[in-house]
């Protein structure tokens, strides 16, 4: 975006401005990956959006990218979370406070996740998920193997992922989708 196109900026506030970019992503929203993701339960609670932004990104200033991410008018109106009650609703308000993460991006295969069919987390036949009885694990309903895998540490099978492993961004999109 340029400067003559958003004549409200002023250079030297030093405040991105971020401008929503209408984008399909292949992986979400098309044909190839459709089954997997109604089998896995996350058809429509995965979304991606792109914005653009008018200033270089500086890694030193990340919170300030960030915090200036959530605040932007045009990301208010734009970005949708999933609620707990199952439905997209835009952000609508502004945050006050992030929390940044550093997380690996060494696994770049799915090949990862091969494990939970080794130790039958997941069934050979379809890849469908092993249920089991339900448990609580803080705010969580544990109702299959792989939450357990992800989320309670005392699961006899929660260390075929080592601390690194979990570190790592997919494992995180994983886990957060769960």
């Given at each position: 975006m340029?400067h003559?196109?958003?004549?409200?900026h002023?250079?030297?506030?030093?405040?991105?401005?971020?401008?929503?970019?209408?984008?399909?992503f292949?992986?979400?929203?098309?044909?190839?990956?459709?089954?997997?993701?109604?089998?896995?339960?996350?058809?429509?609670?995965?979304?991606?959006?792109m914005?653009?932004?008018d200033?270089?990104?500086?890694?030193?200033?990340?919170?300030?990218f960030?915090?200036?991410?959530?605040?932007?008018?045009?990301?208010?109106?734009?970005?949708?979370m999933?609620t707990?009650?199952g439905?997209?609703?835009?952000?609508g308000?502004?945050?006050?406070?992030?929390?940044?993460?550093?997380?690996?991006?060494?696994?770049?295969?799915?090949?990862?996740f091969d494990?939970?069919?080794?130790?039958?987390?997941?069934?050979?036949?379809?890849?469908?998920?092993?249920?089991?009885?339900?448990?609580?694990?803080?705010?969580?309903?544990?109702?299959?193997?792989?939450?357990?895998?992800?989320?309670?540490?005392?699961?006899?099978?929660?260390?075929?992922?080592?601390?690194?492993?979990?570190?790592?961004f997919?494992?995180?999109?994983q886990?957060?989708?769960?």
């Amino acid at each position: 975006m340029s400067h003559n196109e958003n004549t409200d900026h002023d250079a030297t506030s030093g405040e991105y401005r971020f401008q929503a970019i209408d984008k399909k992503f292949e992986s979400i929203d098309g044909k190839q990956n459709r089954d997997c993701l109604i089998k896995w339960g996350m058809r429509g609670k995965l979304r991606a959006n792109m914005y653009i932004f008018d200033q270089p990104f500086q890694e030193y200033n990340s919170r300030k990218f960030i915090l200036e991410f959530f605040k932007d008018p045009n990301v208010l109106s734009t970005l949708k979370m999933f609620t707990k009650s199952g439905e997209w609703q835009l952000l609508g308000q502004s945050v006050h406070d992030v929390r940044i993460e550093q997380l690996n991006t060494n696994i770049l295969s799915l090949d990862f996740f091969d494990r939970l069919l080794d130790n039958k987390v997941v069934r050979e036949n379809g890849g469908y998920i092993r249920k089991c009885v339900e448990e609580y694990k803080d705010e969580f309903i544990i109702s299959d193997e792989l939450r357990k895998v992800l989320i309670m540490d005392e699961f006899e099978n929660y260390d075929m992922f080592s601390e690194n492993d979990r570190k790592e961004f997919i494992f995180q999109k994983q886990k957060d989708t769960k």
